[in-house]
Nanobody, 114 residues
């Protein structure tokens, strides 16, 4: 399975983006999807996820601003990011887990200007 994140870009602080993670195969049997971020000079961090059909937010700083969703027929997982801040700048990665195997896709760069 290949995952490909897209939708990044340069946006002003306070703006919004919708990132997409497209899968090369059906995602109906994935039990976990996650979005991670790696900021310059920092380790990759887990932001939000869907675990067994339940949405979860793992990073306090994105609560209420970042929302994960999925469209199973389209094989796409989304990350809606609102009220962007300069500290949200980084490369965003999607990860899927199916049958205990993890799949990562290349990230998409998000740059938030102040």
């Amino acid at each position: 399975v290949q995952l490909q994140a897209s939708g990044g870009g340069v946006v002003q602080a306070g703006g919004s983006l919708t990132l997409s993670c497209s899968a090369s195969q059906s995602i109906w049997d994935f039990n976990v999807f996650e979005w991670h971020r790696q900021a310059p000079g920092r380790e990759r961090e887990l932001l939000v996820g869907i675990v067994n059909n339940q949405n979860r937010t793992y990073l306090d700083s994105v609560k209420g601003r970042f929302t994960i969703s999925r469209d199973i027929p389209k094989n796409v997982v989304y990350l809606r990011v609102n009220e962007l801040k300069p500290e949200d700048t980084g490369v965003y990665y999607c990860k899927g887990v199916r049958h205990r195997l993890s799949y990562w896709g290349p990230g998409t760069q998000v740059t938030v200007s102040s």
